[in-house]
């Protein structure tokens, strides 16, 4: 059994090749030397788009004859398993968090916005990966790397804005406070900090916070759309709870939800929970534990 | 500029309610205009204020998809299909259909939003533009013509990229190209007595896969909620072992 893994982001390429690592043989076609994680090869390229990167997949997939594609899914990775669904004729079951093979293929993916989990047993070859699921695991032996060259594209960049890396990365933080509208403003985000601080914690948030209002960097959003996280520890400061949301917490240890709403779904999903002010309890939590 | 806006119709997620199963309940719940796809329409139709020409609606749903492509032609959606005949959702039957009407439809762009916010796959603009051979820019904020070519700026991971790419191109949206406009009444009105053309989808579909489940998570979390100020101690004697 072998499988063919793209991305284009070395830490989800990562994450696919440890969780399909000893279930399978795997190559990569990656922009980044994905060298640490037990793929046999690493197929390397540069300026990769839409075109160019679905000829070269396809090359590859007829040449070395793969039982899978698994494809991470991002902005780039979506477009890619289209293109290859279309032109192999072969459907791609889409944004799974579990690959289980036995006798058939069995794939869970969220369902209904995150609402329900499908799980489905499928004769399918192709299948995107949500990112930030999986735990990287480097192993000791090194993949070949091969640099390839990919043909000319039809599309053209006429320029690029990085987006700032706002430091560290939530999907790796261990404890997260998380606000979401219920602070109000982004001025507020001053009087959760030291919460933030005196739990040596990362700072997240809901998609208002991080997308329409901009009171923390895009990077920081937890949520279906936004990052899937996994502290021991989350807690969810202002924020309703809507299934989008919940979409992004369901692998949190610990859940603590503070909301002046006590019939906001967040408390549904909550291990514990308080009803009331966050601005008035979180300064009262702070002095508790410097106590 | 003739354009094409792909709208899709769902269910509205809010109102699923879970039975003693854990199971969504689907049936008879109200339908809505999904999300990204009024972001599409508002897209395709400020392109046609600003470029000229014309936009054409195609929903690929059922007969009750009339409610959406009445709200498209009052955002100000020109002409609209509606094919019918499916209530699944499989990206690859969807776009077979999709490409098989698009190509008797004049276009030189074709929007669609970016994914849908039921399975969000995001698959169908990839299918789309292999099976149209035209270009694809994804998860688009901005949408400029010049000079024959379309210039995007994509949303990624990391970056905003403005790329450049020759039409016919097929471009998903994403949410934050545009606020959807609210039609006022008048355009309510005239958009209920407007034809829409509903046609039947010719699907050759074969099952070959099988749902073994679609249950909400199991919810394990222990949901002690305080309503009082005793929480704020019992919430503190956690952080401390956490921390
Ligand atoms: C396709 C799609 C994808 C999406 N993806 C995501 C995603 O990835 N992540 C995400 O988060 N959302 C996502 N959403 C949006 C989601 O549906 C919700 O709109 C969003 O999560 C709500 O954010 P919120 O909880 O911060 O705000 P609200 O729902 O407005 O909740 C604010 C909460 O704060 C409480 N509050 C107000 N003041 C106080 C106070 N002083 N003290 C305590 N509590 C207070 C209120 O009671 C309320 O419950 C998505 C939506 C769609 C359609």
């Known amino acids: 059994m072998k499988c063919l893994v793209f991305s284009d982001n070395g830490d989800n390429a990562g994450e696919i090749i440890s969780y399909f690592y000893k279930k399978m043989d795997i190559d990569v076609i990656c922009n980044d030397s994905v060298i640490d994680y037990g793929a046999d090869s690493v197929y390397k390229y540069s300026n990769g788009f839409s075109d ?221 929970g308080i009803v009331g002010d966050l601005f008035s309890i979180v300064p009262e939590l702070v002095e508790k534990l410097k106590k | 500029m003739d354009i094409i806006v792909l709208i899709k119709q769902t269910v509205d997620m809010d109102q699923i309610k879970l039975n003693d199963s854990n199971e969504a309940m689907t049936e008879n719940l109200p339908l809505k205009t999904d999300i990204l796809s009024k972001n599409a329409i508002e897209a395709a139709v400020q392109l046609k204020e600003k470029y000229g020409g014309n936009v054409t609606g195609i929903i690929f749903g059922t007969e009750k998809a009339t409610s959406s492509m009445k709200e498209a032609y009052a955002m100000g959606v020109d002409d609209g299909y509606i094919i019918k005949g499916y209530e699944k959702s499989d990206p690859l039957i969807t776009s077979k259909v999709l490409s098989d009407k698009i190509k008797t439809v004049k276009n030189d762009l074709i929007i669609l939003g970016n994914q849908s916010s039921d399975s969000y796959s995001g698959l169908l603009q990839g299918l789309l533009a292999s099976e149209l051979n035209v270009s694809l820019l994804s998860n688009a904020i901005k949408i400029e013509i010049n000079n024959g070519n379309v210039d995007v700026t994509t949303e990624s991971e990391n970056k905003d990229i403005i790329m450049e790419s020759p039409l016919p191109a097929i471009i998903s949206v994403a949410q934050e190209i545009n606020e959807p406009r609210l039609p006022n009444v008048m355009k309510i009105m005239a958009a209920g007595k407007k034809n829409i053309n509903i046609e039947d989808a010719d699907i050759k579909y074969e099952d070959d896969d099988k749902t073994l489940s679609n249950k909400a998570p199991e919810n394990k979390r222990k949901k002690i909620v305080y309503e009082d100020n005793n929480g704020i101690d019992e919430i503190a004697k956690i952080l401390r072992v956490v921390k």
Not at chain 1, 252 to 261: E, F, H, L
């Open chain 1, 52 to 272: 160019n990167l679905s000829e070269y997949l396809l090359e590859m997939y007829n040449k070395n004859k793969y039982d899978y594609i698994i494809i991470s899914s991002t902005n780039l990775g979506r477009q890619i398993a289209g293109i290859i669904s279309d032109k192999l004729n072969e459907k791609c079951m889409p944004e799974i968090f579990s690959f289980e093979k036995n006798d058939k293929i069995v794939t869970k993916r969220f369902f209904y916005g995150g609402k329900t989990v499908l799980e489905e047993e499928t004769g399918f070859k192709i299948f995107t990966i949500s990112p930030g699921i999986f735990e990287t695991k480097k192993i000791d032996k090194k993949s070949n790397l091969i640099e390839v060259k990919l043909n000319s594209s039809k599309y053209k960049i006429l320029s690029e804005k990085q987006k700032s890396a706002s430091g560290n990365d939530i999907t790796k933080a261990k404890i997260i406070v998380s606000i979401g509208r219920g602070l109000g403003s982004k001025e507020n985000i001053e009087k959760i900090m030291p919460l933030v601080d005196a739990l040596h914690g990362e700072i997240a948030g809901s998609r208002p916070v991080c997308l329409d209002y901009k009171w923390l960097p895009e990077d920081k959003q937890v949520g279906l759309s936004g990052k899937k996280v996994k502290p021991d520890l989350y807690i969810a400061l202002g924020i309703s709870g809507q299934i989008q949301h919940l979409a992004g917490i369901r692998n949190a240890k610990t859940i603590i939800a503070i909301n002046k709403d006590k019939n906001a779904p967040i408390f549904e999903e909550c291990d514990y």
